[in-house]
């Protein structure tokens, strides 16, 4: 058995690269280094991971807020043009109970067939009445304009000067109403 010589032996561990430089001897300190990289590759995809469950997280948040907001603009889409159809609503219910005596029949009907129609469309819409008299002042639903004696107890409404309407839920105009101070 010949014995090599240990320069041999580095020679045998040392590889030469393509251009002919020497490379760095091979020892057992690679090992080590690769698991190192590679814990530090599993670090960053963990991270990569977690950015990802987040953004489709936010993703699918934002398509759930489309989606309601989508839904509330059909549903409210309309409220300035319904709050000025209320006004046309008040007028045609003035003209309802204006009426003078003598008038005819016919138009005294077809008048309040207009104004029926006319709510049962709007009600189809989601509107609907706000009902006030007789019942306690809210302050979410009604607007005092005038306090007065009767023979009511105090805080119940005793006169309606506007109707009050909701839209889907959500007020739309309050009513103004008359509130009973009681017996005084």
Not at 57 to 77: H, I, P, S, T
Request: zero cysteines; proline letters at 5%; glycine letters at 4%.
């Amino acid at each position: 058995m010949t014995q090599e010589k240990p320069e041999e032996k580095l020679k045998e561990n040392t590889t030469t690269s393509s251009n002919g430089t020497q490379a760095e001897p091979q020892t057992a300190s690679a090992q080590p280094h690769s698991e190192q990289t590679q814990a530090q590759l599993q670090t960053q995809l963990k991270e990569q991971e977690a950015k990802y469950l987040y953004l489709y997280a936010e993703f699918e948040n934002f398509k759930k807020r489309m989606q309601k907001e989508r839904v509330d603009l059909m549903k409210y889409g309309w409220e300035q043009v319904a709050r000025d159809l209320l006004q046309v609503l008040d007028n045609l219910e003035r003209a309802q109970t204006h009426l003078p005596p003598g008038t005819d029949k016919t138009l005294s009907e077809g008048l309040k067939m207009v104004v029926d129609q006319f709510k049962s469309t709007l009600q189809r819409q989601g509107l609907q009445t706000v009902e006030s008299l007789a019942k306690p002042f809210d302050p979410n639903l009604h607007e005092a304009i005038a306090h007065e004696n009767s023979d009511q107890p105090e805080g119940v409404i005793i006169s309606e000067l506007s109707r009050g309407y909701t839209l889907h839920g959500r007020l739309l105009r309050p009513a103004r109403v008359t509130v009973s101070n009681g017996q005084k």
